[in-house]
């Protein structure tokens, strides 16, 4: 009985250790201004379902349980990790007020970069051809 107590307070003890906590603001000053930046920056609209919960830095133990979109809210995506498993992006609320931080990128559906020319076959140039 002690033996199997000792090794399951090691066990416990052990995985606490592999578990450090993540410091979020020390992540998220490390990797600003390192990752590729969408120029300009593209629109972007939140897909799937339930809440999309910001995040301090890219790491599921930074997320910001009182900030959150939800599906069919527009985005502006800044920057993506090399790995495109994380986006950095902008919400701005109906009252106005705006929010920056990292999402969960299969959640965001990236269209095209602001001030891009609309995809209208109509408005295109007349050929000069006589």
């Known amino acids: 009985m002690y033996l ?3 090794i399951l307070l ?8 592999s578990q450090a906590a993540v410091n979020c603001s020390a992540l998220a000053e ?4 390192t990752v590729p930046e969408f120029h300009p920056s593209a629109q972007g609209k939140v897909i799937g ?17 009182k900030i959150f979109v939800i599906p069919g ?18 919400f701005i609320a109906k009252s106005g007020d705006d ?8 959640r965001v559906e990236i269209g095209a970069p602001y001030g891009a020319p ?13």
């Open 99 to 106: 929010f920056t931080g990292w999402v969960k990128a299969d």
């Open 73 to 90: 809210d527009s985005l502006t995506v800044y920057s993506s990790l090399e790995d495109e498993s994380w986006l950095e992006v902008n």
């Open 30 to 33: 490390k990797i600003s201004g």
């Open 4 to 6: 199997r107590s000792s």
């Open 49 to 65: 379902t339930g809440r999309l919960h910001f995040h301090e830095a890219p790491d599921e133990a930074c997320a910001n349980k």
């Open 10 to 17: 090691c066990l416990c003890l052990f995985s606490s250790l």
């Open 118 to 130: 609309a995809d209208d076959t109509d408005d295109a140039p007349a050929s000069d051809a006589q």
